[in-house]
């Protein structure tokens, strides 16, 4: 795991190693082990490693044998042994053992087409010199990010946001169509930033620079649903195997691993097949209160006989990493459990350098419970359209909370209409009361976001459609966008073993009534999961990260939270009458804001931590 950094000068100038520096220097964390740079006529790459795989050789940036091709690679390829092979038959001399040196004679042998064959995580840049041309690539998934912004004279990219900002020309600028949407979704969608000018290269893709600035994007891999029709026990034999498999090839490394281990089926899963194969560490994290995960899962390392580790976090611990975790995501993510993430992350550093975890389970299977709306919405989705949307005319009459009123309003939109993805904080008629600047008719609104990825699903099933959209939207916005930053703020790798290509074949065919089936979400999985993990986790439901947020702003800290945001510099861009009503009724019992809150919260000490001199000083500082 490791950060990657680099600049493309369309005008061919030497590139001085010194200009790379800053860029490196600022992403640190990503690779506290060693650095390193490599500099042409017109390009620099710039690399900072943590050391899991060949510890001793794995420096980079690294060339193939006549050093026409140099790569800077952030992530792990569970199958490169298997492609070493296969590559040597072919003739290619290997000087390392490692995992990055596979994919740049894969580049050699196929091209743009060596993505297709990899199985694993990745980020990474290649210069072909021959070619004159940079080649990247970011994975299924996207685990691993990739930034990049460019204009007339170059092309500059990294693993994070702060580290291209380090780059002369390239500027802090908020971009308020992503602020627009961040407000919807609780993240930024891709391939936006909140960053002006600064881009995310989107999971399943990738990216060509020409010498003379060209930019071409090509998506070489799609995670669409195409159910297949057969036998309930073969697809839970084949989750089984599969999943064993992944976490087989997940726990390769030179260094100590472990794994996170919740109150829930996914990540209890994942500690159970690795301890299968190894003894190993556990960790948790919880709050104080009915939702405790830690007292579970002390229970479940118990019973599947893992050293396992807890923290009880307060709310003193909550808020005073909030700076750090900030600093780190690089955008804001107003997702309350990326705090408990980072505080996780820094229990299991204390012990491992490698961890796995249970994110991808539930967009592969069905998890989550929103999932089951469009079953409880049967009854009404007979209906015609305008008989329904009547229905939820006379629903809107009545008053909030009169039992039934919810149900009829949501039958009364389509699918299209009612979901965007797992989280949806503000709607546009909230968000025009709220913000200062008019909406742009030039800008991608959420549902725009959510409408391509519909478009091309208009032949499957309302469930997989809604996976399909967080597979494409939530999963790489929201989950894996944490997973990422508040690991790393650790110097930590997290390996995902759920999101594997070769898993997700087999989750791609399971048909809708093996997911979503008796009352519960992950059916098939559950049963694939029966008789390999202890009993009273099969069916727990889904808790995530519980963190009791709705009480901590009806306190004294809602009252400190409205202060930080008053000072964040953020009223250019949100009135903040509004966000005073918006507390001022969460502490009179008038409605429960604290994500509306906490969404806005997030934006104003992002907005203070990136804007202006803070951030200078920040970066000069690491």
Aim: charged share 25%; hydrophobic share 40%; net charge negative.
């Amino acid at each position: 795991m490791c950060g990657i950094t680099g600049v493309v000068r369309f005008d061919q100038q030497k590139i001085s190693p010194q200009l790379l520096t800053p860029m490196m220097n600022v992403i640190q964390h990503r690779g506290p082990d060693d650095a390193g740079v490599w500099t042409d006529q017109g390009v620099g790459l710039g690399f900072r490693r943590l050391s899991i795989i060949d510890l001793a050789e794995g420096h980079q940036p690294l060339c193939n044998e006549d050093e026409s091709v140099w790569i800077v690679f952030n992530g792990e390829i569970y199958n490169y042994k298997e492609l070493r092979h296969d590559l040597m038959q072919k003739g290619h001399q290997f000087k390392t053992e490692s995992d990055t040196e596979t994919i740049v004679h894969l580049y050699e042998q196929y091209g743009s087409d060596c993505v297709k064959y990899l199985r694993g995580m990745f980020g990474f840049a290649i210069w072909d010199k021959r070619k004159k041309q940079l080649f990247a690539a970011r994975d299924h998934f996207g685990i691993k990010p990739f930034y990049y912004t460019y204009n007339q004279k170059q092309f500059v990219f990294g693993s994070e946001i702060k580290s291209l900002l380090q780059m002369e020309g390239v500027k802090n600028n908020i971009n308020q169509e992503s602020l627009y949407n961040y407000l919807t979704f609780q993240y930024v969608p891709e391939p936006l930033t909140m960053f002006q000018g600064i881009h995310k290269l989107r999971p399943g893709h990738t990216l060509t620079v020409t010498y003379d600035g060209k930019v071409q994007i090509a998506q070489y891999w799609d995670p669409m649903f195409e159910p297949e029709e057969k036998p309930f026990d073969y697809y839970v034999e084949q989750i089984r195997e599969t999943l064993k498999e992944s976490v087989k090839l997940h726990i390769q490394s030179d260094v100590d691993r472990g794994c996170f281990l919740s109150s829930g089926i996914d990540s209890t899963a994942t500690s159970t097949l690795m301890r299968q194969i190894e003894e190993m560490k556990t960790f948790s994290v919880g709050f104080e209160g009915a939702q405790n995960e830690t007292i579970i899962a002390k229970q479940t390392a118990e019973a599947i006989g893992t050293d396992h580790y807890a923290k009880l976090i307060s709310q003193q611990d909550f808020f005073n990493v909030l700076p750090h975790a900030v600093w780190h995501q690089d955008e804001p993510v107003a997702d309350p459990s990326a705090i408990a993430l980072y505080h996780v992350a820094q229990l299991a550093k204390e012990h491992v350098t490698v961890v796995l975890s249970g994110e991808g389970a539930d967009e592969l299977f069905g998890g989550y419970r929103i999932y089951r709306e469009p079953l409880a919405l049967r009854p009404l989705s007979w209906l015609p359209l305008p008989m329904r949307r009547m229905l939820g005319s006379l629903a809107g009459m009545l008053p909030a909370g009169v039992k039934g009123r919810n149900y009829l309003l949501r039958a009364s939109k389509t699918l299209e209409e009612r979901f965007l993805g797992n989280a949806q904080i503000f709607s546009d008629d909230m968000k025009a009361q709220l913000l200062t600047q008019p909406v742009s008719g030039d800008w991608k609104v959420p549902h725009d976001f959510a409408k391509q990825f519909y478009d091309k699903t208009k032949h499957l099933d309302d469930v997989s459609r809604m996976q399909y959209i967080d597979l494409n939207l939530w999963m790489p916005g929201d989950i894996l966008m944490k997973a990422d930053k508040m690991t790393m703020a650790h110097s930590l790798e997290l390996r995902v073993p759920f999101l594997d290509k070769e898993l997700f074949e087999v989750a791609r065919k399971i048909p809708m009534k093996y997911r979503i089936a008796q009352g519960t979400t992950k059916y098939v999985f559950r049963k694939a999961m029966e008789g390999i993990i202890p009993d009273f986790i099969l069916n727990r439901p889904k808790l995530g990260f519980p963190v009791p947020l709705r009480e901590w702003v009806k306190g004294n800290q809602g009252k400190v939270m409205l202060e930080q945001m008053q000072a964040s510099g953020m009223e250019d861009y949100i009135n903040m009458s509004e966000v005073e009503m918006m507390l001022r009724n969460h502490q009179q019992g008038n409605g429960d804001y604290a994500r509306k809150l906490w969404t806005i919260y997030m934006f104003g000490l992002w907005h203070q931590t990136y804007m202006g001199q803070q951030f200078e000083a920040k970066a000069a500082g690491i």
